[in-house]
């Protein structure tokens, strides 16, 4: 395959340590979940192994799918665990395409979503993180950079520091986008819309598992729809949640929020719409702005 992405930078933050990649032996048919962040990572999760698992509610998800470049735990044990998966293995990363290592080997997804769409759950994230959870970020050892701090009070105030300090105080936003859209017509690569999975789950989950090579029985369909849907993944949060939403005092639910785009609507102005969606075209150009904003045209 020709132009395949290279490897230029490491990210390291309270969340982040790039470096896991470069120790990554990739397998033949390894499945890479790609996001922003708050954008769908655990829906896709869950749509991927209910493929491989042809519709299983027993699933512990978020274990058999990890985090790989979240800096906890270290790199060292969570090498070990995927090179011991026997299955096929689909791991999570929240990185640009220029700081994992892309291989040819493997297929990744990744889905977008509109930034505020991902800022107002992002911020419901925040908002109920318990101490364990800054205690994870803020004391394991390795932290490179500022603590995650409580954010503010006033979801508008959040957003504008996010948007004026791009991504704060998580990582760049804009390159995260604009690296995945360069890739997008390589044939590894699958582009997926949160707004689109929305719109028609099962026509998605039938091109993802086209994409996947996957083969789906039909006596499987209808547990596969239901247990990917928002009802069944907030109902059955702590499987697909990270540590089981031991970092929400009311647990996983709080991270199966919603499930639908649009919340920012009754807070945001018509200006202050139209100032993000014109720095989104300047920073992605209007054909990754267009998708990102609602998915398929
Ligand atoms: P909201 O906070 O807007 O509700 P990520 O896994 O990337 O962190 O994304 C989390 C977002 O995906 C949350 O959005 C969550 O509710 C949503 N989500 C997870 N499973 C979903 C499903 N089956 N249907 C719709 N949205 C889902």
């Given at each position: ?21 470069n120790d ?17 990572t655990?829906?896709m999760?869950q749509?991927i ?30 090498l070990?665990?995927?090179a011991?998966?026997?299955?096929r293995?689909?791991?999570k990363?929240h990185?640009?395409v ?14 977008g ?19 364990i959870?800054?205690?994870?970020l803020?004391?394991t ?5 500022p603590?995650?701090e ?21 990582w760049?936003f804009?390159?995260n ?16 819309h ?5 719109k028609?789950l ?27 849907s ?5 109902n059955?949060?702590?499987?697909s949640?990270?540590l ?19 919340r920012?609507?009754?807070t ?15 920073e ?12 398929h045209?």
């Open positions: 395959m020709n132009n395949l992405p290279i490897k230029t930078r490491e990210m390291f933050s309270h969340h982040l340590d790039s470096t896991i990649w990554f032996e990739f397998r033949n048919d390894d499945i890479v979940i790609s996001t922003y962040g708050k954008s769908g655990t829906w999760q749509i192994a209910q493929l491989l698992f042809g519709g299983n509610p027993n699933l512990e998800v978020a274990e058999m799918s990890p985090w790989m470049d979240l800096r906890i735990p270290p790199k060292e044990i969570k070990q665990l995927v011991a998966q026997t299955h293995r689909f791991l990363t990185l640009p220029d700081a994992l290592r892309f291989s040819n080997k493997a297929k990744y997804i990744y889905i979503r509109d930034a505020r769409d991902v800022i107002w759950s992002m911020y419901n994230h925040h908002v109920n993180a318990n101490q959870w800054y205690d994870a803020n004391k050892p390795g932290l490179v950079g603590e995650i409580k954010p503010s009070e006033d979801i508008k105030e959040y957003w504008n520091e996010w948007l004026q300090k791009d991504g704060f105080p998580f760049p804009w390159e986008v604009r690296s995945w859209w360069k890739t997008r017509d390589l044939p590894n690569v699958k582009l997926i949160f707004s689109d999975l929305k028609d099962p026509t998605e989950i039938r091109h993802i598992a086209a994409f996947l090579e996957i083969d789906i029985n039909d006596q499987d369909w209808p547990k596969i729809l239901e247990y990917c928002f009802e069944w993944m907030k059955n949060a702590t499987k949640v990270p089981g939403g031991a970092f929400w005092d009311d647990g996983a639910k709080v991270f199966i929020n919603k499930g639908v785009n649009g920012w609507a009754d945001l102005s018509d200006a202050d719409s139209k100032k993000y969606e014109k720095q989104a075209e300047l992605l150009g209007k054909e990754c702005a267009d998708w990102l904003k609602s998915g045209q």
